[in-house]
């Protein structure tokens, strides 16, 4: 059965950093596209980062660009999301998600159960 689990979603300040965690279940992990959304209060589940199978190829939302850095490490079959300079507006929970690459939620088989990220300015 596959999971994956987030982790290091906290409470942070403007202008803090985060790097969250995924540690992903999936005998094909090195075969398989990884993504990360966020949903806040009240709105759609919207794309953050995508990443191909082996972290050669990379999509950002245009929120995050330049902030955020989604990486992987095959070995360790985990995925990464790297914040920096978080605003309040990225308060949202975050879920990892594994599937095909790309920025529709409906490219993606498996969702992790999300963590939270709190950004107070």
């Known amino acids: 059965q596959v999971q994956l689990v987030e982790s290091g979603g906290g409470l942070v300040q403007a202008g803090d950093s985060l790097r969250l965690s995924c540690v992903a279940s999936?005998?094909?992990?090195?075969?398989?596209?990884m993504g990360w959304f966020r949903q806040a209060p009240g709105k759609e589940r919207e794309f953050v980062a995508s990443t191909s199978s082996l972290g050669r190829t990379t999509s950002y939302a245009d929120s995050v660009k330049g902030r955020f850095t989604i990486s992987r490490d095959n070995a360790k079959n985990t995925l990464y999301l790297q914040m920096n300079s978080l605003k309040p507006e990225d308060t949202a929970v975050y879920y990892c998600t594994a599937g095909h690459m790309g920025n529709h939620p409906s490219l993606y088989n498996y969702w992790g159960q999300g963590t939270q990220v709190t950004v107070s300015s």
């Open positions: 999936i005998r094909t992990f090195s075969y398989t596209g």
